[in-house]
């Protein structure tokens, strides 16, 4: 089955720096990559997605991309604020095992400000 | 709108109550979700229903019940819970279980059993 990685565990930076998180996955048929951001106490909240056809999307502050090839895929942040403290889950979905997602273990962002 | 809600947001139980946890989309989705997550670990899939019919079972124990009586609805029964039962469940929907099809998570109700 599908197996995810997700670096780092925990990354604090400063306000208004950029923030990289890391996910390797290991199914090649994988296709579809969510991330999603948990507050505390909240259920986790889709911020992004990518689609294996697509090598770079981008929504204002929050970017992602995916080598397809190497199989990671990354989620960027750029001008980070306090209200971006949260924890991160990256996502996988193999073709064929259409119903189920495979997260990574999560990142915890701190944004000191 | 992209909601899922979850009643209650809190439960706490003992070992030998029966209590239900539910939740609501309106969004016409036709596959919904129950998932499992302890404390600083990812969710862990229980249970799938799609089209209101159960098609997958992560392997959950009997003293979970999951139920769907309607494409909008969705419960989770619980008895004769253990202690390391105690979590947080989220239930989730997508549109279909189709390959990439974007999951709404609700926020949850933290079980506790003493």
């Known amino acids: 089955g599908e197996n995810v990685e997700q670096h780092p565990s925990t990354l604090s930076v400063q306000e208004g720096d950029s923030a990289v998180i890391k996910c390797t996955y290991s199914?090649?048929?994988?296709?579809?990559f969510p991330w999603y951001k948990q507050e505390l106490g909240k259920g986790p909240q889709l911020i992004i997605d990518?689609?294996?056809?697509?090598g770079e999307k981008k929504d204002q502050r929050i970017a992602v991309t995916l080598n397809k090839t190497a199989k990671h895929f990354s989620l960027h942040i750029t001008e980070t604020q306090p209200e971006d403290s949260a924890v991160y889950f990256c996502?996988?979905?193999?073709?064929?095992?259409?119903?189920?997602?495979?997260f990574g273990s999560g990142t915890q962002l701190t944004v000191l400000p | 709108d992209t909601e899922v809600t979850q009643t209650p947001k809190h439960l706490v139980m003992g070992m030998t109550n029966k209590k239900s946890l539910k939740c609501e989309q309106h969004m016409g989705h036709r596959a919904m979700y129950w998932y499992k997550q302890k404390a600083k670990k990812p969710p862990e899939l229980m249970f799938v229903y799609s089209y209101e019919k159960l098609s997958i079972n992560e392997s959950v124990p009997s003293r979970f019940s999951p139920e769907c009586p309607n494409s909008s609805l969705l419960n989770l029964h619980l008895h004769a819970l253990q202690p390391e039962d105690s979590a947080l469940y989220l239930c989730?929907?997508?549109?279909?279980?189709?390959?990439?099809?974007?999951?709404?998570f609700g926020p949850g109700t933290r079980l506790l059993v003493l």
């Open positions: 199914d090649s048929a994988s296709n579809y």
């Open positions: 996502a996988a979905r193999a073709r064929g095992s259409a119903r189920q997602l495979t």
């Open positions: 990518i689609r294996s056809n697509v």
């Open positions: 989730a929907s997508s549109p279909r279980t189709s390959e990439g099809e974007t999951q709404y």
